[in-house]
């Protein structure tokens, strides 16, 4: 039995409330898990233990959200990230909306890419080769 | 007095260690305790913020030690503490807690306290294995965590059960 894309964003939304304790009505598709939801960095662990339990799947270390782009000198220069780190982004990240973040591409606005559509996408996709 | 020197141990021995998936440590709640007298005047009980404590040092000492204590395990979330009764001097809880999830960079965990056949908390923490998470922060080379009180109540437990076989 596959899993509509609606039934896929209530249960992200679930353990978005559950985890963050916000409130149903906060969490839009294009909500930013940090900036809108107030997600700390132990919340993303969090965040993705209750995705795990949730879908039944397992969600490897970077795998939603690359660690090491934002540290590496290669994809880094004067705290902006350079069109090679974006293209490592990109591939890394295809559940991702580029066209905010790429209007202004600072380390710090790299959190707009995890949105809760975002997730949505990757767990969506993550099905589909499970 | 350092913390390696401070006791701070909420649990008495382990009672049942499978490692990776469960273990169960008890309590006993003695009147001797002074904490047990500050919350109420006259009204001895464990706060519940300790009973939380408990759970967290048995749950802590399991994930600990399925990564061979190398892991700084550091409580990192209480998803959910409900509390269904008091405990008063004189019982003795039990902590039982089951790794739920278990991988690189952490732990989840549910838990449920008991004192005889009484439900008194379910409790689910998560931990986080520090090293890999919180990168650009740099922590104290030895591992602070799993000081020798934790880790001799392992030591005494399975001395125990090797002795009982």
Redesign the interface.
């Known amino acids: 039995m596959t899993i509509s894309r609606e039934e896929i964003y209530d249960k992200v939304r679930a353990v978005l409330v559950d985890a963050l304790g916000v409130d149903e009505g906060d969490v839009t598709p294009q909500a930013v898990v940090r900036d809108d939801l107030g997600a700390e960095s132990i919340d993303f662990l969090d965040i993705s233990f209750r995705l795990e339990k949730a879908f039944g799947i397992k969600i490897g270390k970077g795998e939603m959200m690359p660690e090491n782009v934002a540290t590496d000198p290669n994809f880094v220069q004067n705290g902006k990230i350079t069109p090679a780190g974006i293209a490592e982004l990109k591939k890394r990240m295809p559940h991702s909306d580029f066209s905010v973040f790429e209007k202004d591409p600072t380390v710090e606005n790299m959190s707009k890419l995890f949105t809760v559509d975002a997730i949505v996408n990757y767990i969506e996709g993550k099905l589909k080769t499970a | 007095m350092t913390n390696d020197k401070m006791r701070w141990i909420w649990i008495d021995k382990f009672t049942e260690f499978t490692p990776k998936t469960s273990a169960t440590a008890i309590k006993n709640v003695s009147l001797a305790e002074e904490h047990l007298h500050d919350l109420y005047p006259a009204f001895p009980i464990v706060p519940h913020s300790l009973i939380v404590e408990g759970m967290a040092q048995t749950a802590g000492i399991l994930v600990g030690e399925a990564r061979n204590f190398e892991e700084k395990v550091i409580l ?2 209480v ?1 959910r503490a409900t509390f269904h009764r008091l405990v008063r001097p004189g019982e003795t809880i039990a902590y039982s807690a089951k790794i ?2 278990l ?4 732990a ?1 965990i549910a838990g449920t306290v008991t004192s005889g056949s009484d439900l008194v908390a379910e409790i689910s923490l ?1 931990f ?1 294995h520090i090293d ?5 922060l740099e922590f104290p080379e030895h591992n602070f965590v799993f000081t020798e009180q934790f880790t001799e109540l392992l030591k005494t437990y399975r001395i125990e059960s090797s002795v009982k076989i």
């Open positions: 990192a979330k998803g739920e999830q991988n690189e960079s952490g989840s998560m986080s890999q998470n919180l990168a650009g």
